[in-house]
């Protein structure tokens, strides 16, 4: 701190502190999305990670490699191995554990072997000769110890904390040339080849995760969803690891694209319970589904315009002051048999709650009523006021995300009239019934069908299930990958 006194340093202690107070802003931040890896989703990674790895080796190729052998009194031999490719390769399944002392994984190979062929060719002196080799690497083991982190832009980071190597024996054959003169330097050869790849395992592990590691890097954390939402999804702490999960925790936060505007309510921290018996469990916060509420509400977009030629045309009424006017008794007095349109908003902006089975949305808007006049200008008649509130349920069935709502609630009131007052009783008890069964019906119909799970090209969920929690929803899952066509 003592820096911080000498003159010339304002600058940097202002620039500090800004730091501070920019990090505590996003470090105070809950997730509303959270994903839990658990120990059955690692193995199958490390299941499907090791078919791979297995495909690959196969296609691998290596560079030459070349080196000086010392033969003693006789001085040394400049060789070089090309042309390298392995014939036959045996990965014994690695183990992959969580491993909370790093907050990351621990992965060991024991026991690989590999077969290789290649050519050779050697100079000693002036004698320049070639031929074929056949080289066998017995017991090759790799522990790999890798840390998961967060860089400052909300992005999982991975790196190397340790790495140990060991090949316990190698075999070459060479063939070919004058091969019988070098066969018995071949001891030499190996203590310097065994050296080699043993030096160049954990160099490689380490280029493996810092390609990684620029992947993670390179991904977005925002999501346009369409033309008025973003998804922000940069991860909010660091991943916790204990022995039997990884969760990592998300933003999880739609924002209207143009005005990016915070909505006046903050996501509540929630406990998801770990689901061993699934690979994977991702939880939602009702802040979630909020935010997008509030981003298309500060959008202007849950407003609606309705008019005889739109919703009408289904019901055999019309809307005209003569079919409202049965409400209003002197509607059709001041404005005789005109045609009418409604404009429908929200007052505020609805609000989801999740609770234990059931999904909860009040809705309150308004709707505002004018009489089409026949030189084309549009008179206000009122507007009436109205609160709604759903519940619904939601579940998985068949691959599909499905679920069906009910109207719990429905008033309705005379907020201004141009026409003077009116009862809404009987035009509430209407809509009501016309609600339940036109809109509800239509409603759970879709929903009846269902939408099917997000799917990826290599990747799909079976055996999914979801819960409603309180604050949030659950959904656990298994996955199939399929690395060939
Ligand atoms: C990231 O987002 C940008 C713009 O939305 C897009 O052009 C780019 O392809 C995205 N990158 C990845 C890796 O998805
Ligand atoms: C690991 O952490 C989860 C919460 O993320 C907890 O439910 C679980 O009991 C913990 N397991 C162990 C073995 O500590
Ligand atoms: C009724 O609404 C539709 C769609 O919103 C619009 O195209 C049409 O012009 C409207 N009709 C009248 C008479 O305003
Ligand atoms: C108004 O509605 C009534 C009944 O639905 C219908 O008989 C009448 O023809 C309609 N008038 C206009 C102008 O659409
Ligand atoms: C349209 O007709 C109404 C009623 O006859 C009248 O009050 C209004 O001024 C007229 N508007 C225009 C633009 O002519
Ligand atoms: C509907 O809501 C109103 C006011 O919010 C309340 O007075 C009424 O009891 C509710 N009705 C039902 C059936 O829950």
Request: hydrophobic share 40%; charged share 5%.
């Given at each position: 701190m003592c820096c911080f006194h000498q003159r010339g340093h304002s600058n940097m202690l202002l620039s500090v502190l800004l730091l501070f107070t920019s990090l505590s802003c996003t470090c105070g931040e809950n997730p509303a999305i959270q994903f839990i890896l658990s120990n059955k989703g690692l193995q199958y990674g490390k299941h499907v990670g090791t078919d791979w790895i297995q495909e690959s080796l196969e296609r691998v190729t290596f560079p030459d490699i070349s080196g000086e052998v010392d033969i003693g009194l006789l001085g040394s031999i400049d060789y070089t191995l090309s042309d390298i490719t392995i014939i036959k390769c045996d990965l014994p399944e690695p183990t992959v554990e969580f491993y909370p002392d790093a907050t990351g994984f621990k992965t060991s190979v024991q026991g690989l072997s590999i077969a290789l062929t290649g050519g050779w060719r050697t100079h000693y002196h002036i004698i320049d000769i070639s031929g074929s080799f056949e080289m066998a690497i017995f017991n090759i083991n790799v522990v790999s110890v890798v840390e998961l982190g967060k860089d400052p832009n909300g992005h999982l980071s991975v790196s190397s904390v340790s790495c140990d190597a060991d090949v316990g024996d190698v075999d070459i054959q060479f063939h070919g040339g004058a091969s019988w003169i070098f066969q018995p330097f071949v001891r030499y050869f190996k203590r310097h080849i065994t050296n080699e790849i043993q030096r160049n395992i954990c160099p490689n592990v380490k280029g493996i995760l810092v390609n990684l590691e620029s992947y993670l890097q390179s991904m977005n954390v925002s999501f346009d969803v369409d033309q008025v939402l973003t998804l922000d999804l940069p991860l909010t702490g660091l991943p916790v690891i204990n022995a039997s999960g990884l969760n990592l925790g998300f933003k999880g936060e739609f924002y209207n694209?143009?005005?990016h505007m915070e909505p006046p309510f903050k996501a509540q921290p929630f406990t998801m319970s770990e689901q061993?018996?699934?690979m994977f469990s991702v939880g939602v916060s009702e802040f979630t589904l909020n935010s997008a509420a509030y981003a298309y509400y500060s959008a202007g977009l849950f407003q609606a315009d309705i008019n005889d030629s739109t919703?009408?045309?289904?019901?055999?009424?019309?809307?005209?002051t003569t079919t409202v006017g049965k409400f209003i008794p002197q509607l059709p007095h001041m404005f005789p048999d005109q045609l009418m349109s409604l404009k429908f908003y929200a007052r505020e902006v609805p609000v989801f709650s999740f609770q234990p089975d059931a999904v909860k949305l009040g809705f309150q808007g308004a709707v505002k009523a004018f009489a089409l006049q026949p030189n084309g200008t549009q008179s206000p008649l009122f507007t009436l006021s109205f609160d709604s509130k759903f519940s619904g349920k939601m579940y998985i069935s068949g691959e599909r995300l499905k679920g069906s709502i009910q109207m719990d609630n429905f008033t309705l009131t005379l907020a201004a009239s141009e026409v003077g007052t009116f009862k809404t009783d009987a035009l509430e008890k209407v809509l009501t019934i016309g609600i339940k069964f036109n809109v509800v019906t239509q409603v759970n119909k879709k929903l009846g069908e269902g939408f099917p799970l997000p799917r990826m090209k290599r990747a799909q969920l079976v055996n999914s299930v979801l819960n409603v929690e309180e604050g949030f929803i659950a959904m656990s899952s298994d996955a199939e990958v399929v690395l060939t066509d």
């Open positions: 694209i143009k005005t061993q018996g699934y919703v009408f045309q289904y019901v055999h009424v019309h809307l005209n």
